[in-house]
């Protein structure tokens, strides 16, 4: 193509630079990329897939199935960007050749921003073409809050490239005033922006390029693109329709395009063929040959399979003394040396012809995109006029409108966008009447029958070259052979051909590949149909989907009160669920078993201090709190005096261990149930369920609190001294505070300060609940007051360390997803005397049956032999297969045992203890002794002295 | 040319349905057309037909992500997936079809320390019971596959890997296809566009299929339907203690080679793989409503995109090109339901959950000697119906967890 | 996506709420069948389904909504007592 001195929507006074290939290019402000190459002579953009064809630029917008390019943007590199909607822009740097077919991902910086919007509306628009802005010029005079998207770079679609005129002005014109008009309103307009994926409950997921159509100096702070989530009330998908291609022999050479194409690119951007030859089967592509007559351009011919349409658009063909070549139809091409394409075969009633042409307008007919309709599964049923699928019935709060309803005028596509919008208003509430808002008028034109025609047959039988989907190389031969092979339905053809697999998944290509299918298995074209289109619409940059979510803001992180005091203290920080915990203090020098070695021992000779406000909290009053509780807990809370403590479990319905946990009696009516970090809300949510669900008569209100309150446990022989020190007005010898005991008072200032007797060490501890900001008033106080009491802080390696030596579990690590309290060694928690939830399963013999996975200590039998939780505990180490005994669920150096400790489960393995087994990762084996889970202090003098 | 696949050569007949067969097989996707074939290829039963309401292989067969590999973690199911591990390792040259099956290797990532635990367990277990499986420390993994974002600074730092090198991936239509002609040509009769409405049953036993196509005569029957498993249960008038979900994948556009093994992550919800035509192939966990829809929800694909960038950000800037759901039969311990039901000569092959794919060749195998012997193979006899009522289950979901 | 109208709050996108099955409903004591069905068996209908959402990331409110497994469209939500939604 050349571009013409003048005309188009193109600033020429604006050139742009830009790289196609390494190419340095020209082309102008209001190019797309498309347009530029072939203004600037580029035809042949790539090769093709498998048979590395020349390839050109098919269409002028969302139809192109050829024209694809690697682009470079922010640093970044972007596969298989669509040319014929990419706006240029100064300094665009484009990959072709292969890399229309296949792009390349590339590791190191990305610079661009990816952002997500959230909007509401009554009515979303799906397509502004003639149909969607009828619809929404109308419901935005209704006063509905509308929202209009089109997929398109401007609005306008088919408008755009039609001379016809809409209410006495030029198309284009009244597009630019209708936008207007909409703008003025309020209606929020998004160009370049598709209806990608449909959502139930009436909800669009559009997806919009902005600062991604722009060189980056001028995007500013736009995004590159945004992903909106729309819920509309309803909507209205006016989403047009897509021009066929014809299938013959070397359809697939540049110069080969859509009439609709043709069209766009002569009345947007200014560019014509030398000469241009049409072959349509329907009066609508008459228009591509009297635009490029009136552009002077030369027009050798129309080939019209049809005997004469009496149309309209054919009578002007006439009129202007263009060739008709009736009854005929294109068989073949031929091309020049660098592939392009130079004359077209024309077979007649009287023979064939060759005729000169640089370009081929080839239409098919049109079809509805109806894609969104089918991606929720919405009924299509096979329109034999069009020679295509229409939609059936719209799905409940939707309204398809326009050429997508098979409106296939101008004038039916505004009326019918009217129509839809009235209706759709009408479903929201909202009532137009007929007079308040006119519908567009645009001039009647008699249109003659269209003629369906798929695939023109090769004259030497040779279908190698004729091609249903150019992406992926897919010819008539293709198709021949997978019938060949016995395959009927039309997914099996895709399958086995490849046909709609590509990047457009094939929305040109379907239609044709089912009705080829069809005449060679002598089927109606209406029974094989099309192969079915999953969303999305359009393919979707990953990083859309992800938008900010990435990096430190992938998922929140949540901190203590103390964060800043164990960071001041050198931590080390670890996930533990949403949060960062610190794992250790280490000191200049110390290797990670020295650290753990030296809290330990701290704990264990002295005191130590360690943050567990990321336990859950909750708080449950209420007249039949102690009900509620005794339900779902396995022993007797209610049994808890007011001030007291007990140690815990929940199970589920399937007697499998869900959580454990301390309840502490506040008052009467009022409990404090602390939960393990990760089951925080699980938990908050399983006593909601039972209230709700089961009990909604019991009056029972659960509230979390965990971030309410900061929680430090003071743990060590000394931390009697220490806490006195600090509560100075508390009581807190055994007697007056023993353990499992609970006491409310002022803590180094703290009013109000909870102190709980609960030990997860085995060390006499005290676990101090104060307000989640004041937090770090206790920390700082500890480590001041207690500076020489040898206080010293620990992490969560030190506290797993010290509770493995207690043999006290973590439910989820020590024990399994069926785990029950009796697998987990704590039957003699399960109460006698009550119901509670699980208790049934329980008292079921396969939850006691002998053979089970139980908890046991294990001991390892030397200081050097490390116990890597998950090695599995065999009885012959080295040995393949062999049946597997257990695994290691923890395992920790024990400094106050000097080697190495850890808790199993074991098959039996409560009847087991003193037998010796094997740790192993599946080769060697380090020698192990089944013991007792209680490593150290079984009598719990130290806990309780 | 570029086909998918080059054999030319006939794939399989379109025969009208008998009046009766030895035994009828309801679901014509990868396990019902295993099943067909072992059938007709190891039990000599070649009067069988495969019923099927769409084209053979429209459920799940073609909306998995293909992934292979038998690293489980009970005693129960470490014997079964390893030996249809081997079945695969056979299948190209058994059925003489290029399958694509690659063992490329599959690389189970981790993020805690518990989850950790949990995966080094299981290559314990593989390694004591023969199946090959390695643990990786981060700088393995970088080294077997580059493009694992190992950082100790990203939001869930990755701990370590497990590998089975024997796993892999294989070409879902390949597969349907090679089945298909494989057991066509054996004489089993393969029933498209037959969906079964009912059954004939001469008091608790079942005497035939009714169907869209007519009443067909069966001596045995079996119900391979995966996803649609509960439906035709409560044809057949039991229920079954299964739960359908959608479980969702989607692939990118066709991109140069970056990605040479499968890799999962249970923690972050992500799986991937690249397949030889060059998509990446992504696969999610499972939505958490109950459906029949063959769709599921949007924020499960944003999420498994926003992982899949962590752990891969050279991936950023390629695109969703296709998404799809299938329908999973969940049951309450991750394990497969395989044997008799409560109705005589009805047998059930059913639950896989999210990972089916991989066991098209041993799910076919053990339930065709089911449907033979009336008594379950020897690799399957822990994964009866019966087990829900004595409560011996076989859990399995920490194998089983991301879905794969 | 879903969008499901909570009887307390109104419509709200599905990632606010927590899908909760058809529940429990606790069968008598000494009833060995019906505790097993209650461990591992549900209703699993192609078609209207009756089940339990939470509002777990609002109002923390369980609700009934009747939604068809084939098609995902909502056809009821109501409270738990079964009263209309205000909302």
């Given at each position: 193509m050349r571009r013409l001195?003048?005309?188009?929507?193109?600033?020429?006074?604006?050139?742009?630079?830009?790289?196609?290939?390494?190419?340095?290019?020209?082309?102008?402000?209001?190019?797309?990329?498309?347009?530029?190459?072939?203004?600037?002579?580029?035809?042949?953009?790539?090769?093709?897939?498998?048979l590395g064809r020349p390839r050109g630029i098919i269409s002028a917008g969302l139809e192109e199935s050829s024209g694809f390019a690697q682009v470079a943007r922010a640093g970044a590199t972007e596969p298989l960007v669509r040319m014929s909607t990419l706006p240029l822009y100064a300094g665009l740097e484009a990959e072709g050749g292969s890399r229309i077919v296949k792009g390349y991902l590339r590791d190191g910086p990305d610079d661009g921003r990816f952002d997500k919007r959230f909007a509401h509306c009554d009515l979303l628009v799906v397509g502004a073409g003639p149909a969607g802005l009828a619809a929404a010029l109308l419901a935005s005079r209704a006063g509905a809050r509308v929202m209009l998207v089109e997929a398109d770079v401007v609005a306008g679609g088919a408008l755009l490239r039609d001379a016809d005129t809409v209410d006495g002005q030029p198309a284009a014109a009244w597009v630019s005033n209708a936008s207007a008009t909409l703008h003025n309103s309020g209606t929020l307009v998004l160009t370049s922006a598709t209806a990608a994926v449909a959502l139930d409950q009436n909800g669009m997921i559009v997806a919009q390029r902005i600062g991604a159509n722009r060189a980056v100096s001028e995007a500013g702070g736009l995004p590159e693109q945004r992903l909106w989530h729309v819920r509309a009330r309803a909507i209205i998908l006016a989403t047009g329709a897509l021009e066929r291609p014809i299938v013959f022999q070397d359809n697939d050479r540049p110069g080969i395009m859509l009439t609709g194409a043709a069209r766009a690119y002569l009345r947007r951007f200014a560019l014509a063929p030398d000469r241009g030859l049409v072959f349509t089967a329907t009066d609508d592509g008459y228009r591509a040959a009297l635009d490029w007559h009136a552009a002077g351009v030369v027009v050798p011919g129309i080939v019209d399979p049809r005997a004469a349409s009496t149309g309209d658009l054919p009578a002007r063909a006439r009129a202007a003394g263009l060739r008709l070549f009736a009854e005929s139809v294109v068989e073949g091409t031929s091309a020049d040396g660098s592939g392009r394409l130079c004359t077209a075969r024309v077979r007649g009633p009287r023979g064939v012809v060759e005729v000169e042409c640089d370009v081929l307008a080839v239409s098919g007919g049109f079809e509805p995109t109806l894609g969104l309709h089918q991606q929720l599964r919405g009924a299509t049923r096979y329109d034999a006029r069009l020679g295509a699928a229409v939609p059936a019935t719209p799905l409940p709060g939707q309204w398809i409108a326009g050429a997508a309803n098979g409106c296939m005028t101008t004038r039916d596509a505004l009326a019918d966008g009217a129509r839809a919008a009235r209706e759709a208003l009408r479903s929201c509430g909202i009532d137009v009447p007929g007079t308040a808002c006119p519908t567009p008028e645009s001039p009647a034109l008699l249109e003659g029958a269209h003629e369906v025609i798929w695939r023109v047959v090769a004259p030497d039988g040779d279908e190698s070259r004729s091609f249903v989907d150019l992406h992926r190389d897919t010819t008539v031969s293709g198709l021949v052979r997978a019938v060949g092979a016995g395959i009927g339905h039309i997914e099996h053809v895709k399958r086995y051909t490849l046909v709609g697999t590509g990047v457009e998944q094939g929305r040109s290509a379907k239609t044709n590949a089912g009705a080829i299918t069809a005449s060679l298995t002598g089927r109606p074209v209406a029974d094989v149909g099309t192969s079915g289109s999953r969303p999305p619409t359009e393919p979707l940059t990953f990083r859309i989907l992800s938008g900010r979510a990435q990096g430190p803001m992938y998922e929140p992180v949540r901190t203590t009160a103390l964060h800043e005091s164990h960071a001041a203290l050198g931590a080390i920080f670890e996930p533990a669920a949403q949060w960062m915990r610190a794992s250790r203090y280490p000191r200049a020098g110390e290797t990670l078993r020295e650290t753990v070695h030296r809290e330990s021992l701290a704990v264990r000779g002295a005191v130590g201090i360690v943050d567990v406000s990321t336990l859950g909290k909750i708080d449950v009053r209420g007249p039949d709190a102690t009900w509620f509780l005794d339900r779902l807990y396995a022993n007797d809370v209610g049994r808890v005096a007011v001030g007291k403590a007990r140690y815990s479990a929940l199970c589920h319905l399937d007697g499998s261990l869900l959580d454990d946990g301390v309840v502490i009696r506040i008052a009467e009516q009022r409990y404090f149930v602390t939960t393990s970090t990760g089951h925080a809300a699980t938990v908050v949510e399983w006593m909601e369920e039972w209230l709700q669900t089961e009990w909604p008569e019991r009056r029972v209100w659960v509230t979390p609190v965990t971030e309410r309150f900061s929680t430090i446990a003071i743990a060590g022989p000394t931390a009697r001294a220490l806490v006195a020190r600090l509560a100075p007005a508390m009581e807190v010898g055994n007697a007056e505070f023993p353990f499992l005991a609970v006491r409310h008072g002022t803590?180094?200032?703290?009013e109000g300060a909870q102190v709980a007797r609960v030990s997860f060490s085995g060390e006499l501890a005290y676990e101090v609940s104060v307000p989640w900001a004041l937090g770090p008033i206790i920390w700082r106080a500890a480590l001041t007051q207690g500076e020489d009491l040898g206080v010293t802080p620990y992490g969560l390696d030190t506290l797993q360390a010290l509770r493995i030596e207690k043999g006290y579990i973590i439910v989820g690590q020590d024990t399994e997803a069926l785990s029950t309290p009796y697998d987990a060694g704590l039957g003699w928690m399960i109460s006698a005397k009550k119901d509670f939830v699980g208790r049934r399963t329980l008292d079921r013999r396969a939850s006691q049956r002998d053979g089970r996975q139980q908890l046991v200590g294990i001991a390892a039998a030397d200081r050097e032999t490390c116990l890597v939780e998950g090695c599995a505990l065999v009885r012959a180490p080295g040995e393949s297969p062999q049946s597997i005994e257990g695994h290691i669920t923890s395992g920790c150096w024990s400094a106050t045992l000097g080697r190495h400790v850890g808790l199993a489960l074991v098959a039996g393995g409560r009847r087991r203890h003193g037998e010796t087994l094997y740790a192993t990762l599946g080769d060697s084996g380090a020698q192990v002794t089944v013991v007792d889970p209680v490593h150290y202090d079984a009598v719990g003098a130290r806990r309780d002295g | 040319m570029e086909h998918a696949f080059t054999n030319p050569e006939f794939l399989w007949r379109t025969p009208q349905p008998r009046a009766s067969y030895d035994v009828v097989i309801?679901?014509?996707?990868?396990?019902?057309?295993?099943?067909?074939?072992?059938?007709?290829?190891?039990?000599?039963?070649?009067?069988?037909?495969?019923?099927?309401?769409?084209?053979?292989?429209?459920?799940?067969a073609v909306r998995n992500t293909t992934v292979i590999r038998s690293n489980y973690l009970r005693a129960e199911s470490m014997p079964l997936y390893d030996f249809g591990l081997r079945l695969w390792e056979g299948w190209e040259a058994e059925l003489d079809y290029d399958l694509m099956f690659d063992q490329r290797g599959v690389l189970a990532l981790t993020h805690t320390k518990v989850e950790a635990n949990g995966v080094k367990r299981t290559v314990a277990a593989n390694r004591l019971t023969g199946i090959d499986a390695e643990w990786l420390e981060p700088d393995d993994i970088k080294a077997f596959c580059p493009i694992v974002n190992v950082s100790p600074d990203i939001r869930y730092p990755v701990m370590g890997a497990s590998l089975q090198r024997r796993g892999g991936i294989a070409r879902h239509d390949a597969v349907v296809f090679a089945l298909a002609r494989a057991a066509s040509a054996l004489g089993v009769d393969l029933l498209q566009g037959c969906e079964v409405t009912g059954f004939e049953m001469a008091g608790n036993r079942v005497t035939g299929v009714l169907t869209s196509r007519g009443r067909i005569g069966a001596g045995r029957v079996g119900l391979v339907g995966a996803g649609r498993s509960p439906l035709l249960a409560g044809l057949a008038g039991f229920s079954l203690p299964i739960q359908s979900y959608p479980l969702q994948a989607l692939v990118s556009d066709i991109v140069d080679p970056v990605l040479d093994c499968v890799v999962m992550s249970g923690t972050l919800h992500v799986y991937v793989s690249q397949a030889q035509k060059g998509e990446l192939v992504m696969g999610a966990g499972r939505d958490t409503y109950h459906s029949y829809a063959q769709r599921g929800s949007f924020q499960i694909l944003e999420h498994q995109i926003q992982a899949a960038l962590e752990l891969y950000p050279i991936m950023r800037r390629a695109h969703l090109l296709r998404t799809w759901a299938g329908i999973v039969d969940v049951t309450p311990d991750a394990s497969p339901i395989l044997g008799r039901s409560p109705v005589d000569a009805l047998y059930i092959n059913c639950g896989w959950g999210t990972g089916g794919f991989k066991a098209s060749p041993v799910s076919g195998y053990v339930f065709a000697h089911a449907l033979v012997h009336e008594v379950p193979h020897e690799l399957a006899t822990s994964f009866s119906l019966e087990r829900f009522e004595t409560g011996t289950l076989v859990d399995e979901h920490g194998a089983a967890g991301v879905a794969h | 996506m879903l969008l499901i109208t909570c009887p307390w709050c109104g419509a709200r996108e599905e990632t606010e709420f927590r899908h909760g099955g058809e529940g429990v409903r606790v069968p008598p004591d000494g009833d060995d069948p019906g505790w097993t069905r209650l461990l591992y068996y549900r209703e699993n209908p192609a078609g209207p389904y009756a089940e339990r959402w939470v509002h777990v990331h609002g109002c923390r409110q369980w609700f009934h909504v009747v939604r068809d497994t084939t098609t995902h469209q909502i056809l009821s939500t109501r409270r738990l007592d079964g009263q209309e939604g205000a909302a």
């Open positions: 001195p003048a005309g188009g929507d193109i600033d020429r006074s604006r050139p742009l630079r830009f790289r196609y290939d390494g190419r340095a290019l020209t082309g102008f402000t209001g190019d797309t990329l498309a347009s530029a190459l072939l203004g600037a002579g580029v035809d042949v953009i790539g090769t093709s897939v498998s803590v180094a200032g703290v | 309801v679901g014509g996707g990868l396990h019902g057309l295993s099943t067909a074939y072992y059938l007709a290829k190891n039990h000599g039963i070649r009067n069988v037909a495969v019923v099927e309401r769409g084209w053979l292989g429209n459920g799940n | -």
